[in-house]
């Protein structure tokens, strides 16, 4: 399994897990060179924090264009 199958799955878990308390916000840092933190919230105190790197956004872009 990929950085990405599990940041997806852990992502997943976390919103099946936290979207009943109620709206989740999410966020990221601006980008830097070795990547960016994305942060989402929920309601109940709970954040899911992790770090992206630029591999990891490119294979999500490519990822996402063959899906188009």
């Not at 399994?1 to 976390?14: E, G, N, P, Q, R």
């Not at 999410?26 to 960016?36: F, I, L, R």
Request: charged fraction near 20%; include cysteine.
């Amino acid at each position: 399994m990929s950085c990405k199958d599990i940041l997806t799955a852990d992502l997943a878990d976390f919103i099946a897990d936290h979207r009943p308390h109620g709206p989740l916000t999410a966020d990221a840092t601006e980008p830097e060179w070795n990547g960016y933190r994305l942060t989402v919230a929920c309601p109940c105190g709970v954040v899911f924090e992790r770090w992206v790197t630029p591999v990891d956004a490119e294979l999500d872009m490519l990822h996402s264009s063959s899906l188009n």
